[in-house]
């Protein structure tokens, strides 16, 4: 064995189970403490390929034409410091396992290295404990880059999807917004080709005329609701503490009409202040609301608004005794134009509980529905009660 400034190579293969190769590298001035290490770990089942360095230039040296995958450094050396391996390492951006191999090492100063960032130290007379050491090191280097890429890989897709998401709402806004104008031409001039005229046009092209004319009103609406849907969190309203009561207030006030029609009885118990915007919340409930009169069965529909705290959020609940909704679409009922219905059995387009869902998440709230069909229904959502500063435990 020969050592130079370059660094020496050991590789002793006597190994009773060969394993994968394991790239260490040796910080160690004396030849025959570099060759016991070297046994010590063979005589364990590693087949180790090992440089032997003992000053700050071959260690760089080495770290770039063969990164190891651990590093074994002696605390004291003749002419550098075992521990300012780590340094170097750092500088590099390396994270590789380093392990202090040395003579007496006192415990105080043992501590301190693995405060500075060394994996583990092992004494010159208890090289036994050297294999599992590195094993161990091996192994929490592997859990420390598989934890780093699952971060990563989550972070990127997080990114992806507010990405796409965003694209998504941007195409909503575009296609709505610029889909209005034509659109007007059309329910314009098909208005006034059915005026003109009138009486003029034999049965069929008058009923032609009325569904075209039928149909583009129809899209309008869709296109406003598509439009009201997008705007949705385009609007740069600020958030705040809003007063469940007085949107309660409110809402009675705009289903005044619905409420005396339906002989609906609409109770809520002293409702909470909650983080959000108030005209938000308002669509919130007075859709809530607004279903559970719209969806009800044969009896007038009574209507429970309650909130209980959970945390640092409320939690809501709008039940009915309505029509109820089978438990298969609780999930799809919240998606932009669905419907369990046709027009003529209930009138709505289906956005109601689209914009509800992107109003609540967007507050960093969620929403669901307990219900079975024919009992009624049971409309749950939670809202955070403060800012993002207020929360305990959310100030730095
Ligand atoms: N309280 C309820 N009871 C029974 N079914 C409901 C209730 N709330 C919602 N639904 C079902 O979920 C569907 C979606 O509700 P949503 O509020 O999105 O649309 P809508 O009320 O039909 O129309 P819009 O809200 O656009 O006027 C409804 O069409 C209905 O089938
Ligand atoms: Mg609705």
Redesign the pocket.
Same mark, same amino acid.
């Given at each position: 064995m020969t050592m130079s400034s370059t660094g020496t190579k050991l590789g002793i293969q006597d190994s009773p189970e060969p394993q994968p190769k394991l790239r260490a590298l040796l910080v160690e001035d004396n030849a025959l403490d570099a060759a016991l290490v070297v046994r010590a770990l063979c005589k364990d089942g590693f087949d180790i390929a090992a440089d032997v360095v003992q000053d700050e230039a071959a260690f760089t040296r080495a770290l770039r034409t063969h990164p190891p995958e651990v590093v074994l450094a002696d605390y004291n050396l003749p002419n550098w410091k075992g521990m300012e391996a780590l340094k170097v390492l750092l500088s590099e951006g390396l994270d590789i396992p380093m392990i202090l191999v040395s003579g007496a090492l006192g415990d105080v100063t043992a501590v301190e290295c693995i405060k500075q960032g060394a994996t583990d130290y092992v004494l010159k007379d208890g090289l036994a404990r050297l294999p599992e050491v590195i094993r161990r090191a091996l192994r929490e280097k592997n859990e420390r880059s598989l934890r780093h890429q699952a971060e990563e890989d989550l972070a990127r897709k997080i990114d992806e999807l507010a990405r796409s998401n965003a694209d998504l709402e941007q195409f909503a806004y575009v296609a709505s917004h610029d889909l209005q104008e034509p659109l007007r031409m059309v329910t314009a001039y098909t208005q006034l080709l059915s005026e003109r005229y009138h009486g003029q046009l034999d049965e069929s092209a008058a009923k032609f005329l009325g569904y075209a004319s039928e149909g583009a009103q129809r899209m309008q609406v869709l296109i406003q609701?598509l439009l009201a849907f997008s705007r949705v969190g385009r609007n740069s309203a600020a958030c705040g503490s809003v007063d469940c009561n007085a949107v309660m207030a409110d809402v009675l006030l705009t289903l005044a009409s619905a409420i005396l029609e339906s002989g609906a009885v609409v109770t809520h118990a002293g409702l909470p202040a909650v983080w959000g915007v108030r005209t938000q919340m308002a669509q919130v409930f007075q859709? !809530?609301i #607004?279903?559970?009169i719209?969806?009800r069965g044969k009896e007038p529909p009574v209507v429970s608004v309650q909130s209980e705290k959970s945390g640092q959020h409320w939690q809501f609940s709008v039940s009915?005794n @309505?029509? #109820?909704?089978p438990p298969e +679409?609780a999930e799809n009922?919240?998606v932009v134009f669905?419907? !369990?219905?046709t027009r003529n059995e +209930?009138?709505?387009? #289906?956005? @109601? !509980?689209?914009i509800?869902k992107k109003i609540i998440e967007r507050c960093g709230g969620r929403i669901w529905?307990e219900?079975q069909a024919g009992s @009624?229904?049971t409309?749950k959502f939670i809202m955070p009660s403060h800012g993002p500063d207020e929360r305990v435990g959310g100030r730095p």
């Open positions: 609701d859709n !809530l #607004g279903n559970a719209k969806f009915d @309505g029509i #109820g909704i +679409y009922i919240f669905q419907r !369990l219905h +209930y009138p709505g387009n #289906g956005i @109601g !509980l689209a509800c529905m219900s @009624g229904s409309f």
